[in-house]
Protein backbone atom coordinates (compact mmCIF):
# COMPACT_ATOMS: atom_id res chain seq x y z
CA UNK A 1 0.00 0.00 0.00
CA UNK A 2 1.17 3.53 -0.92
CA UNK A 3 2.60 5.23 2.21
CA UNK A 4 0.03 8.57 3.51
CA UNK A 5 0.62 11.79 1.78
CA UNK A 6 1.05 13.01 5.20
CA UNK A 7 2.51 11.99 8.83
CA UNK A 8 0.42 14.27 10.95
CA UNK A 9 -2.09 16.52 10.02
CA UNK A 10 -3.22 19.54 12.09
CA UNK A 11 -7.21 20.29 12.14
CA UNK A 12 -9.66 23.52 12.49
CA UNK A 13 -6.89 26.12 13.10
CA UNK A 14 -7.29 29.31 12.92
CA UNK A 15 -4.31 29.84 10.90
CA UNK A 16 -2.05 33.54 11.08
CA UNK A 17 0.06 32.68 8.48
CA UNK A 18 2.25 35.26 7.63
CA UNK A 19 2.53 34.30 4.00
CA UNK A 20 2.33 37.72 2.21
CA UNK A 21 0.28 35.93 -0.91
CA UNK A 22 -2.54 35.63 1.52
CA UNK A 23 -4.39 38.98 1.66
CA UNK A 24 -5.93 39.20 5.12
CA UNK A 25 -4.21 40.63 8.28
CA UNK A 26 -1.70 38.53 9.62
CA UNK A 27 -2.46 36.22 6.67
CA UNK A 28 -5.66 34.58 8.33
CA UNK A 29 -7.04 31.45 7.36
CA UNK A 30 -10.11 30.03 9.10
CA UNK A 31 -10.52 26.70 9.60
CA UNK A 32 -7.52 25.20 8.30
CA UNK A 33 -5.31 22.68 8.42
CA UNK A 34 -2.11 22.25 8.52
CA UNK A 35 -0.38 18.73 6.95
CA UNK A 36 3.03 17.58 7.56
CA UNK A 37 5.66 15.28 6.18
CA UNK A 38 8.35 14.74 7.82
CA UNK A 39 9.90 17.64 9.69
CA UNK A 40 7.97 20.08 6.94
CA UNK A 41 4.72 21.69 6.22
CA UNK A 42 3.76 19.53 3.34
CA UNK A 43 0.45 21.75 2.75
CA UNK A 44 -2.14 24.05 4.55
CA UNK A 45 -5.60 22.88 3.28
CA UNK A 46 -9.54 23.85 3.81
CA UNK A 47 -9.83 21.62 7.45
CA UNK A 48 -13.12 20.31 5.06
CA UNK A 49 -10.70 19.48 2.09
CA UNK A 50 -10.64 15.75 0.45
CA UNK A 51 -7.39 15.48 1.08
CA UNK A 52 -7.09 16.38 5.16
CA UNK A 53 -10.35 13.97 5.27
CA UNK A 54 -8.81 10.82 3.51
CA UNK A 55 -5.96 11.31 5.95
CA UNK A 56 -5.45 7.78 8.15
CA UNK A 57 -2.54 9.19 10.08
CA UNK A 58 -2.31 11.25 13.37
CA UNK A 59 -4.54 13.97 13.63
CA UNK A 60 -4.53 16.52 16.49
CA UNK A 61 -7.79 18.57 16.63
CA UNK A 62 -6.75 22.57 17.18
CA UNK A 63 -10.39 23.16 18.24
CA UNK A 64 -10.70 26.49 16.34
CA UNK A 65 -7.66 27.67 18.28
CA UNK A 66 -5.14 30.36 16.92
CA UNK A 67 -1.96 28.96 15.29
CA UNK A 68 1.47 31.30 14.08
CA UNK A 69 4.93 30.21 12.96
CA UNK A 70 7.07 29.35 15.67
CA UNK A 71 8.31 32.47 17.44
CA UNK A 72 12.30 33.28 15.97
CA UNK A 73 14.16 35.45 18.37
CA UNK A 74 17.00 36.99 16.08
CA UNK A 75 19.26 38.29 17.85
CA UNK A 76 20.69 37.29 21.64
CA UNK A 77 23.58 37.28 23.55
CA UNK A 78 22.35 34.38 25.82
CA UNK A 79 25.49 32.85 27.04
CA UNK A 80 27.21 34.83 30.02
CA UNK A 81 28.83 34.75 33.21
CA UNK A 82 27.98 37.37 36.43
CA UNK A 83 25.78 40.10 36.91
CA UNK A 84 24.81 43.68 35.64
CA UNK A 85 22.72 44.44 38.60
CA UNK A 86 24.41 46.94 40.11
CA UNK A 87 26.18 48.57 37.47
CA UNK A 88 21.97 49.47 36.02
CA UNK A 89 22.03 50.80 39.96
CA UNK A 90 24.41 53.06 39.03
CA UNK A 91 23.21 54.19 35.50
CA UNK A 92 19.82 54.33 37.70
CA UNK A 93 21.61 56.54 39.55
CA UNK A 94 22.38 58.92 36.55
CA UNK A 95 26.10 57.47 35.62
CA UNK A 96 25.74 57.18 31.22
CA UNK A 97 26.78 53.57 29.70
CA UNK A 98 29.23 54.91 27.71
CA UNK A 99 30.88 56.55 30.91
CA UNK A 100 30.55 53.18 32.99
CA UNK A 101 31.91 51.23 29.84
CA UNK A 102 34.97 53.89 29.79
CA UNK A 103 35.69 52.91 32.89
CA UNK A 104 36.22 49.46 32.26
CA UNK A 105 32.41 48.16 33.37
CA UNK A 106 29.64 47.35 30.89
CA UNK A 107 30.73 44.37 28.00
CA UNK A 108 34.04 44.30 29.97
CA UNK A 109 32.38 43.49 33.32
CA UNK A 110 30.51 40.76 31.91
CA UNK A 111 33.88 39.53 29.87
CA UNK A 112 35.87 38.95 33.02
CA UNK A 113 33.21 36.60 34.37
CA UNK A 114 32.23 34.64 31.24
CA UNK A 115 36.19 34.23 30.66
CA UNK A 116 36.31 32.83 34.54
CA UNK A 117 33.91 29.80 33.83
CA UNK A 118 34.29 26.84 32.07
CA UNK A 119 32.09 25.23 28.95
CA UNK A 120 29.93 23.36 31.54
CA UNK A 121 29.54 26.40 33.84
CA UNK A 122 28.56 28.62 30.94
CA UNK A 123 25.71 26.05 29.33
CA UNK A 124 24.57 25.12 32.66
CA UNK A 125 23.69 29.35 33.37
CA UNK A 126 22.40 29.61 29.69
CA UNK A 127 20.11 26.50 29.92
CA UNK A 128 17.10 27.94 32.11
CA UNK A 129 17.15 31.59 29.80
CA UNK A 130 17.20 30.14 26.74
CA UNK A 131 14.20 27.46 28.31
CA UNK A 132 12.66 30.59 29.29
CA UNK A 133 12.44 31.55 25.40
CA UNK A 134 10.84 28.32 24.54
CA UNK A 135 8.26 28.47 26.80
CA UNK A 136 7.03 31.83 25.36
CA UNK A 137 7.01 30.23 21.93
CA UNK A 138 10.85 30.78 20.66
CA UNK A 139 11.81 27.82 18.45
CA UNK A 140 14.56 29.32 16.79
CA UNK A 141 17.40 31.18 18.52
CA UNK A 142 19.99 33.54 17.28
CA UNK A 143 23.07 33.33 19.87
CA UNK A 144 25.85 35.79 19.88
CA UNK A 145 29.49 35.17 21.25
CA UNK A 146 31.23 38.52 22.13
CA UNK A 147 32.30 38.64 26.04
CA UNK A 148 35.02 36.21 25.46
CA UNK A 149 37.10 38.07 23.11
CA UNK A 150 40.36 35.62 23.15
CA UNK A 151 39.95 33.21 20.50
CA UNK A 152 39.78 30.05 23.21
CA UNK A 153 36.79 32.24 25.13
CA UNK A 154 35.23 32.88 21.46
CA UNK A 155 34.99 29.84 20.42
CA UNK A 156 34.23 28.17 23.90
CA UNK A 157 30.94 31.05 23.85
CA UNK A 158 29.81 29.68 20.30
CA UNK A 159 30.49 25.77 21.96
CA UNK A 160 27.80 26.95 23.99
CA UNK A 161 25.62 28.12 21.55
CA UNK A 162 25.55 25.23 19.54
CA UNK A 163 25.34 22.61 22.33
CA UNK A 164 22.37 24.91 23.47
CA UNK A 165 20.72 24.02 20.27
CA UNK A 166 21.89 20.14 20.19
CA UNK A 167 20.26 19.69 24.25
CA UNK A 168 17.51 21.82 24.07
CA UNK A 169 14.33 21.82 21.61
CA UNK A 170 15.75 24.78 20.08
CA UNK A 171 17.28 25.62 16.42
CA UNK A 172 20.35 27.66 17.61
CA UNK A 173 21.76 30.29 14.86
CA UNK A 174 25.26 30.98 16.32
CA UNK A 175 26.83 34.19 15.82
CA UNK A 176 30.65 35.46 16.06
CA UNK A 177 30.81 38.69 18.11
CA UNK A 178 34.43 39.03 18.74
CA UNK A 179 34.04 42.57 17.61
CA UNK A 180 31.84 43.48 20.85
CA UNK A 181 34.91 45.72 22.56
CA UNK A 182 38.28 46.17 22.56
CA UNK A 183 39.78 43.50 25.19
CA UNK A 184 41.91 44.92 28.01
CA UNK A 185 44.97 43.32 26.83
CA UNK A 186 44.53 45.17 23.01
CA UNK A 187 43.83 48.98 25.18
CA UNK A 188 45.34 51.14 22.24
CA UNK A 189 45.67 48.70 19.49
CA UNK A 190 42.52 47.83 18.39
CA UNK A 191 43.82 47.23 14.84
CA UNK A 192 45.87 44.55 16.33
CA UNK A 193 42.52 42.75 18.10
CA UNK A 194 40.91 42.73 14.30
CA UNK A 195 43.79 41.55 13.25
CA UNK A 196 43.24 38.37 15.38
CA UNK A 197 39.91 37.98 14.27
CA UNK A 198 40.36 38.45 11.10
CA UNK A 199 43.59 36.15 10.88
CA UNK A 200 42.81 33.22 13.17
CA UNK A 201 39.16 33.80 14.88
CA UNK A 202 37.33 33.94 11.14
CA UNK A 203 39.04 31.02 9.35
CA UNK A 204 38.43 29.26 12.39
CA UNK A 205 34.87 29.69 13.08
CA UNK A 206 34.09 29.39 9.55
CA UNK A 207 36.26 25.50 9.29
CA UNK A 208 34.63 24.15 12.28
CA UNK A 209 30.67 25.79 11.11
CA UNK A 210 30.96 27.04 14.86
CA UNK A 211 28.77 29.83 13.68
CA UNK A 212 26.32 31.04 10.49
CA UNK A 213 27.34 35.03 10.76
CA UNK A 214 29.74 37.29 12.02
CA UNK A 215 28.91 40.57 14.03
CA UNK A 216 30.17 43.85 15.04
CA UNK A 217 29.56 46.85 17.58
CA UNK A 218 30.20 49.41 15.00
CA UNK A 219 29.97 52.54 17.46
CA UNK A 220 32.18 55.42 19.12
CA UNK A 221 33.00 53.05 21.95
CA UNK A 222 33.49 50.21 20.29
CA UNK A 223 34.87 49.61 16.73
CA UNK A 224 35.09 51.90 13.53
CA UNK A 225 33.72 51.33 10.27
CA UNK A 226 37.18 50.90 8.96
CA UNK A 227 37.71 48.27 10.99
CA UNK A 228 34.43 46.76 10.75
CA UNK A 229 34.99 46.77 7.09
CA UNK A 230 38.10 44.76 7.76
CA UNK A 231 36.09 42.21 9.44
CA UNK A 232 33.07 42.09 6.85
CA UNK A 233 35.36 41.49 4.43
CA UNK A 234 36.88 38.14 5.89
CA UNK A 235 33.85 37.13 6.92
CA UNK A 236 32.86 37.01 3.07
CA UNK A 237 35.85 35.52 2.06
CA UNK A 238 35.07 32.71 4.29
CA UNK A 239 31.95 32.37 3.58
CA UNK A 240 30.13 33.81 6.63
CA UNK A 241 27.26 36.06 6.66
CA UNK A 242 26.95 39.73 7.99
CA UNK A 243 25.14 41.58 10.55
CA UNK A 244 25.90 44.62 12.87
CA UNK A 245 24.80 46.68 16.06
CA UNK A 246 24.69 50.12 14.48
CA UNK A 247 24.12 53.50 14.97
CA UNK A 248 22.74 52.81 18.31
CA UNK A 249 24.38 55.46 20.49
CA UNK A 250 25.77 57.75 17.49
CA UNK A 251 25.71 57.39 14.03
CA UNK A 252 28.66 55.93 12.57
CA UNK A 253 27.26 54.86 8.95
CA UNK A 254 27.30 50.79 10.34
CA UNK A 255 24.55 50.33 8.48
CA UNK A 256 25.35 51.68 5.36
CA UNK A 257 28.89 49.29 5.49
CA UNK A 258 26.24 46.38 6.31
CA UNK A 259 24.35 47.17 3.73
CA UNK A 260 27.25 47.55 0.99
CA UNK A 261 28.49 44.35 2.44
CA UNK A 262 25.07 42.79 1.57
CA UNK A 263 24.57 42.13 5.49
CA UNK A 264 21.43 40.04 6.42
CA UNK A 265 20.44 42.57 9.18
CA UNK A 266 21.21 45.81 10.63
CA UNK A 267 20.56 45.97 14.29
CA UNK A 268 19.46 49.03 17.02
CA UNK A 269 19.10 51.86 14.45
CA UNK A 270 18.19 54.49 16.79
CA UNK A 271 20.34 56.85 14.98
CA UNK A 272 19.99 55.88 11.11
CA UNK A 273 19.89 58.57 8.98
CA UNK A 274 17.99 58.65 5.66
CA UNK A 275 21.59 57.23 3.52
CA UNK A 276 21.57 54.43 5.60
CA UNK A 277 17.76 53.79 5.26
CA UNK A 278 17.76 54.14 1.30
CA UNK A 279 21.25 51.77 1.41
CA UNK A 280 19.30 49.00 3.59
CA UNK A 281 16.40 49.08 1.04
CA UNK A 282 18.57 48.82 -1.59
CA UNK A 283 20.68 45.14 -0.29
CA UNK A 284 17.29 44.25 1.39
CA UNK A 285 18.85 44.30 4.61
CA UNK A 286 16.54 43.65 7.55
CA UNK A 287 16.14 46.38 10.42
CA UNK A 288 16.66 44.63 13.51
CA UNK A 289 14.16 46.45 16.61
CA UNK A 290 15.90 46.10 19.88
CA UNK A 291 13.41 48.08 22.13
CA UNK A 292 14.32 45.99 25.18
CA UNK A 293 18.13 48.31 25.18
CA UNK A 294 16.39 51.87 24.13
CA UNK A 295 14.16 51.09 27.39
CA UNK A 296 16.89 49.95 29.68
CA UNK A 297 18.92 52.61 28.53
CA UNK A 298 16.41 55.73 29.02
CA UNK A 299 17.27 56.72 25.43
CA UNK A 300 14.97 59.30 23.65
CA UNK A 301 15.88 58.89 20.14
CA UNK A 302 13.98 56.41 18.43
CA UNK A 303 14.89 54.69 14.98
CA UNK A 304 13.32 55.94 12.17
CA UNK A 305 10.61 53.15 12.03
CA UNK A 306 8.23 55.37 9.40
CA UNK A 307 10.77 56.07 7.19
CA UNK A 308 12.44 52.38 7.47
CA UNK A 309 8.70 51.00 6.72
CA UNK A 310 8.12 54.11 3.90
CA UNK A 311 11.64 52.44 2.05
CA UNK A 312 10.25 48.88 2.37
CA UNK A 313 12.91 47.54 4.78
CA UNK A 314 11.67 44.75 6.37
CA UNK A 315 11.07 45.11 10.28
CA UNK A 316 11.86 42.44 12.34
CA UNK A 317 12.10 42.24 16.58
CA UNK A 318 14.42 40.59 18.86
CA UNK A 319 15.00 40.54 22.40
CA UNK A 320 18.72 41.66 22.43
CA UNK A 321 18.58 39.66 25.72
CA UNK A 322 22.10 40.25 27.55
CA UNK A 323 22.65 41.30 31.05
CA UNK A 324 23.57 45.09 30.53
CA UNK A 325 21.45 46.30 27.96
CA UNK A 326 18.59 44.45 27.54
CA UNK A 327 18.36 41.66 30.83
CA UNK A 328 15.27 39.84 30.03
CA UNK A 329 14.49 36.74 28.07
CA UNK A 330 11.22 37.22 26.90
CA UNK A 331 10.62 37.85 23.06
CA UNK A 332 6.87 38.91 23.95
CA UNK A 333 8.02 41.76 26.22
CA UNK A 334 10.22 43.00 23.08
CA UNK A 335 6.97 42.43 20.90
CA UNK A 336 5.20 44.55 23.28
CA UNK A 337 7.58 47.43 23.73
CA UNK A 338 8.16 47.52 19.39
CA UNK A 339 4.59 48.31 19.93
CA UNK A 340 4.46 50.84 22.87
CA UNK A 341 7.48 52.22 22.51
CA UNK A 342 8.70 52.20 18.82
CA UNK A 343 4.74 52.20 17.29
CA UNK A 344 4.68 49.15 15.64
CA UNK A 345 1.25 47.51 15.01
CA UNK A 346 0.83 44.33 16.76
CA UNK A 347 0.60 42.56 13.17
CA UNK A 348 4.04 43.98 12.80
CA UNK A 349 5.81 42.51 15.53
CA UNK A 350 4.31 39.17 15.02
CA UNK A 351 5.33 39.35 11.71
CA UNK A 352 9.16 40.68 13.18
CA UNK A 353 9.18 37.71 15.06
CA UNK A 354 8.44 35.19 12.60
CA UNK A 355 8.61 35.97 8.97
CA UNK A 356 10.89 39.03 8.94
CA UNK A 357 13.24 37.27 11.67
CA UNK A 358 13.44 34.77 9.57
CA UNK A 359 15.33 36.84 6.72
CA UNK A 360 17.08 38.67 9.50
CA UNK A 361 18.87 35.33 10.01
CA UNK A 362 19.15 33.89 6.60
CA UNK A 363 16.12 31.79 6.97
CA UNK A 364 13.55 32.35 4.94
CA UNK A 365 13.31 30.28 2.69
CA UNK A 366 12.83 27.45 5.32
CA UNK A 367 11.35 29.28 8.56
CA UNK A 368 9.04 32.19 9.64
CA UNK A 369 5.81 31.17 7.97
CA UNK A 370 2.39 28.14 7.78
CA UNK A 371 3.41 27.70 3.96
CA UNK A 372 4.20 24.44 2.42
CA UNK A 373 8.05 23.47 2.27
CA UNK A 374 8.46 25.60 5.31
CA UNK A 375 9.78 23.63 8.73
CA UNK A 376 6.95 22.75 10.48
CA UNK A 377 7.53 24.90 13.62
CA UNK A 378 4.22 25.99 14.84
CA UNK A 379 2.87 27.74 18.23
CA UNK A 380 -1.48 26.61 19.39
CA UNK A 381 -2.78 30.06 20.89
CA UNK A 382 -5.17 30.16 23.35
CA UNK A 383 -6.52 33.72 22.80
CA UNK A 384 -8.92 35.21 20.76
CA UNK A 385 -6.95 37.67 18.45
CA UNK A 386 -3.49 37.99 17.41
CA UNK A 387 -3.19 40.90 19.27
CA UNK A 388 -3.41 39.17 22.56
CA UNK A 389 -0.19 37.59 22.35
CA UNK A 390 1.59 40.71 22.36
CA UNK A 391 -0.73 42.68 24.66
CA UNK A 392 -1.54 40.72 27.57
CA UNK A 393 1.78 40.10 28.91
CA UNK A 394 3.00 37.82 32.52
CA UNK A 395 0.63 34.92 31.28
CA UNK A 396 1.60 32.65 28.09
CA UNK A 397 -1.42 31.52 26.60
CA UNK A 398 0.75 29.03 24.66
CA UNK A 399 -1.08 25.73 24.25
CA UNK A 400 0.55 23.39 22.14
CA UNK A 401 4.09 23.64 20.10
CA UNK A 402 5.07 21.89 17.23
CA UNK A 403 8.76 21.57 16.32
CA UNK A 404 9.83 20.03 13.16
CA UNK A 405 6.42 18.36 13.00
CA UNK A 406 6.37 16.82 16.38
CA UNK A 407 4.17 17.41 19.11
CA UNK A 408 5.83 18.94 22.32
CA UNK A 409 4.50 20.17 25.54
CA UNK A 410 3.70 23.43 25.67
O1 LIG B 1 23.01 44.78 21.92
N1 LIG B 1 25.34 47.20 21.86
C1 LIG B 1 26.13 46.36 22.17
N2 LIG B 1 25.86 45.14 22.64
C2 LIG B 1 24.75 44.81 23.46
C3 LIG B 1 24.98 45.21 24.85
C4 LIG B 1 25.76 44.22 25.53
C5 LIG B 1 26.09 44.57 26.94
O2 LIG B 1 25.89 45.71 27.42
O3 LIG B 1 26.53 43.63 27.56
C6 LIG B 1 23.44 45.33 22.91
O4 LIG B 1 22.80 46.23 23.47
FE1 LIG C 1 22.98 43.13 20.99
Redesign the pocket.
Same mark, same amino acid.
Given at each position: MDREPFDHVWIHARLATFDPRVPTPCGLLEDHAIAVRGDSIAAVLLSSAPEVRSHRGAVTDCGGKLVTPGFIDCHT?SVWGGS?AAEWELRLAGVPYTEIAKRGG??LS /?VRATRGLSEEELFQSAVPCVQSLIREGVTCVEIKSGYGLTFDDELKMLRVARRLGERLNVDVSPTLLAA !?AVPPEFAGRADDYVSLIVDEMIPVVAREKLADAVDV?C?SIAFTSAQCDRIFSAAKAHGLAIKG !?VE?ITNSHGAELVARHGGWSAD?LEHLDDAGIAAMAKSGTVAVL?PG?FYFLREKQKPPVEKLRAAGVALAVAS?F??? /??PFASIRLAMNMACVLYGLSPEEALAGVTREAAKALGRGERLGTLEAGKRADFLVWDVTHPAEIVCQLGVTPLVGRVVSGKNCDA
Open positions: HRGI /T !HFE !HQHLADNPG /TS
